[in-house]
């Protein structure tokens, strides 16, 4: 996780939350790590997953299966 923290650090981003197995309270949620990343804005979010140094960690999230990913804009709480 430090290098990707360090990449997500370099577009702005930031870890809003981060759970191991969460537990749905209603419906159905993938398995494992759940991570939540907040970025300034879409071009930040899209620089972070493409950066070069991040494509070998996708790599390796691929092959653990943790490889779902939901882009959420302009989300207001």
């Not at 209603?26 to 070069?52: C, M, W, Y």
Request: proline share 5%.
């Amino acid at each position: 996780m430090g290098k990707a923290k360090e990449i997500v650090t370099r577009y702005g981003g930031e870890t809003v939350a981060m759970e191991e197995n969460p537990k749905a309270i209603e419906g159905t949620i993938p398995k494992g790590r759940l991570v939540i990343l907040k970025f300034p804005s879409k071009e930040h979010a899209k620089g972070f997953f493409n950066d070069q140094e991040y494509q070998p960690l996708k790599l390796v999230m691929h092959r653990l299966k943790w490889d779902e990913l939901t882009l959420v804009f302009r989300c207001q709480l």
